[in-house]
């Protein structure tokens, strides 16, 4: 079954750091776009970031640029999403996404969406 699996959500403080974790089963990722979005209760669907399929071009949503970075293992089997200086703005169910071609603002075009991670940050 192909699947992903994110990992190392929870609750932090404002300015606290989390490492999210995607892992991918009964595939690789190393020829994929991959990528998260994140949802927030009551709010739009929105991509944090996204590494191209070559790892060539990676985009950020502009309110986590310079704080979040995204990056690969070199098994192509797992992708993490470092976040620091985390805001209460950034509370949200993190989701992990690959698509064999493209990175898109477009959720509808991913392939694979994992189960979704929750982050919390509150004082």
């Known amino acids: 079954q192909l699947q992903l699996v994110e990992s190392g959500g929870g609750s932090v403080q404002p300015g606290g750091s989390l490492r999210l974790s995607c892992a991918a089963s009964g595939f690789t990722l190393d020829s994929y776009a991959v990528g998260w979005f994140r949802q927030a209760p009551g709010k739009e669907r929105e991509r944090v970031s996204c590494?191209?399929?070559?790892?060539?071009?990676?985009v950020y949503a502009d309110s986590v640029k310079g704080r979040f970075t995204i990056s690969r293992d070199n098994a192509g089997i797992t992708v993490f999403l470092q976040m620091n200086n985390l805001k209460p703005e950034d509370t949200a169910t993190y989701y992990c996404v690959a698509d064999k071609y493209f990175c898109s603002d477009n959720g509808a075009f991913y392939d694979y969406w994992g189960q979704g991670t929750q982050v919390t940050v509150s004082s």
């Open positions: 590494n191209s399929a070559r790892g060539d071009v990676t």
